[in-house]
């Protein structure tokens, strides 16, 4: 959802400036359309270096410098984009720039200035549907419903049928009034072509159990858990404190509610209520989890396994608490119980490819027995889910470390033509390529992996690369 705002912002810039254009030399506008016909296609190294050189060009222009800052964002090289839309700004952009600011700002997490570029930015644009719905999902985000609550109705007023709004609408309203909020959910839900449906689906039948249940106290606690799932969190959190009022005594709405101002970054609070769920109930498995998922966001690798350990021992047959508990020997470097754990929940769940990939993966990642086990698992993950992109890197990889030059190619191309944009498969088959001397072919992939990895590992190391071929 955010990657599509950005998106549309990107290409609500491009389509204004494009007429901004016509006076410009015509070296200037050649370059920049390289640099649109680059970013239409995700080339973000070659779109930055066109857009570059257009700002050298005509350096008192704001319109590269807009663009630049839009490759910038969605590469998730949110200092670089500031400083770019900072500079159009000087050379007098107005809502473009702060448009551009406030997404950069809000991706460096410094949610004040963002609010107040795009306050700016709507000023100057009030019909701006994308920067306002940004603007009211931070709101939402911090825990100010009521503003935004108003800038979602100010998007429905400018248009009746924006299924985003409905979706935000319904979740802001779901804890004060069921049946606004399920018609809300229900228009969200009604094209199956955007892309909050599924989740405006789910929300529904969520509600609608809500409604069922008799308990009170349960039936809020159970609104808390559809906004947990949903990754609303400030949402959820009154959910579960009103829970707990409701009922003093409730274990689980403890437990939840540590968990969630855990994740909020109220440490304090969220271990007293962990402590508390415990101590109503010493036996809950959802309490000793959320308090190794604690223990765990702080890097106390032990603590961290104790709690999961004792989740385990409650929940045997859980495959995910395995999981849970292998990371944190993995954290360690002890890759012999690491191991152990892993493939104790594929024994849990042995027909499930997502626990099967997480076993290949660990043996490939951390190149560790992967003739003796690694392989194996790996083809088994291929084999339960031939379409996962992932799996067929994984496969790929293996057969690369093992020498099976031919087997990997076909595997990591089978990736790649499943996901596209996935950069991890980018630098395996750059890598494969480069190990088989075709230069040309490694640095386009590694190429690729640099302009398609938004978390940086892959763009780090495929950066690297590069510099060894030259």
């Known amino acids: 959802m955010k990657g599509e705002l950005l998106a549309k912002v990107a290409l609500l810039a491009i389509l204004v400036l494009l007429l901004g254009l016509k006076s410009e030399p015509q070296p200037v506008v050649d370059l920049m359309r390289q640099g649109d016909a680059h970013q239409s296609r995700k080339e973000y190294s070659a779109a930055i270096e066109a857009y570059r050189q257009a700002v050298a060009l005509m350096p008192r222009s704001a319109l590269p410098l807009l663009r630049l800052g839009q490759v ?127 989740d405006a689906e789910e929300m529904v039948a969520a509600l609608e159990e809500v409604e069922r249940e008799e308990n009170e106290a349960r039936a809020v606690a159970l609104l808390g858990v559809a906004y947990l799932e949903r990754g609303e969190l400030s949402l959820a959190r009154p959910q579960f404190e009103r829970a707990i009022q409701l009922n003093p005594d409730y274990a689980d709405a403890y437990a939840y509610l540590g968990h969630v101002q855990g994740q909020l970054g109220q440490y304090e609070a969220g271990w007293d209520n962990l402590v508390k769920a415990v101590t109503l109930e010493p036996d809950s498995v959802l309490a000793h989890y959320f308090l190794g998922v604690y223990y765990r966001s702080l890097g106390m690798w032990e603590a961290a396994r104790a709690k999961f350990w004792r989740a385990v021992n409650l929940d045997p047959y859980n495959a995910a608490l395995c999981v849970d508990l292998a990371q944190t020997y993995l954290e360690e470097r002890d890759y012999v119980a690491a191991e152990g754990w892993f493939r104790a929940a594929v024994q849990r769940e042995p027909e499930d490819a997502r626990f099967q990939l997480i076993l290949a993966q660990f043996y490939v990642d951390h190149v560790y027995r992967i003739k003796e086990e690694g392989m194996a698992a790996a083809l088994r993950a291929v084999e339960l889910d031939a379409e996962s992109a992932m799996a067929h890197d994984v496969l790929g990889w293996a057969y690369h470390l093992t020498g099976r030059w031919r087997e990997a190619r076909t595997h990591l191309q089978r990736a790649l033509a499943l996901e596209p944009d996935l950069a991890r498969a980018h630098y395996h088959l750059g890598a494969l390529y480069a190990a088989r001397g075709d230069v040309e072919a490694a640095r386009r992939e590694y190429q690729r992996a640099v302009d398609l990895d938004s978390e940086g590992f892959y763009r780090q190391r495929s950066e690297k690369a590069l510099e060894e071929l030259r």
Not at 116 to 123: S, V
Not at 181 to 198: I, Q, S, W, Y
């Open 72 to 198: 910038y964002l969605a590469q998730g090289r949110y200092e670089l984009a500031g400083e770019a839309f900072g500079q159009a700004h000087e050379r007098g952009a107005k809502e473009e720039a702060l448009a551009g600011l406030g997404s950069a700002y809000a991706g460096l997490g410094d949610e004040e200035r963002a609010i107040n570029c795009w306050r700016q930015a709507l000023a100057l644009n009030p019909g701006d549907a994308a920067v306002r719905y940004r603007l009211g999902r931070i709101y939402l985000e911090r825990g100010d419903f009521q503003p935004a609550q108003h800038e979602f109705e100010a998007l429905l007023a400018q248009d009746e049928h924006n299924p985003a709004a409905h979706y935000l609408m319904g979740l802001l309203l779901a804890g004060r009034d069921l049946q606004q909020a399920t018609e809300h959910l229900t228009k969200a839900a009604g094209d199956p072509e955007n892309n909050v449906a599924p």
